[in-house]
């Protein structure tokens, strides 16, 4: 099971850090983001190890993905946050170690969590 946290109302420019805790040990894992009307995107996964990690080009160079691997949870750390960046953010999972873009590809997901960017 996974629970994400942290969403909110933010400014254009402003940051906001997302938290992901898992029930149970996990692998890879990752955030994506919807918007009514569209299709799921990817934002950022991360391996078990933090040694591979992976951005969407839209969010590179100012969302940071981590994890604390004793506490079972991911962060997705956002800056410089733009207006199109207002969705609902999922967190995900998947039992092996190896990073992946697809959504498709991740066997466990959390309830998500809204960003809206005013700008």
């Known amino acids: 099971q996974l629970q994400a946290s942290g969403g909110g109302l933010v400014q254009a420019g402003g940051c906001l850090r997302l938290s992901c805790a898992a029930s149970g040990s996990t692998y890879a894992m990752g955030w994506f983001r919807q918007v009514p009307g569209k299709e799921r995107e990817f934002v950022a996964a991360?391996?078990?190890?933090?040694?591979?990690?992976d951005y969407a080009d839209s969010v590179k160079g100012r969302f940071t993905i981590s994890r604390d691997n004793a506490k079972n949870t991911v962060y997705l750390q956002m800056n410089s946050l733009k207006p199109e960046g207002t969705a609902v953010y999922y967190c995900?999972?998947?039992?092996?170690?190896?990073?992946?873009?697809?959504?498709?590809?991740?066997?466990?997901w959390g309830q998500g969590t809204l960003v809206t960017v005013s700008s």
């Open positions: 995900a999972a998947r039992p092996l170690r190896t990073v992946t873009t697809t959504d498709k590809m991740y066997d466990y």
């Open positions: 991360i391996s078990w190890s933090s040694a591979s990690r």
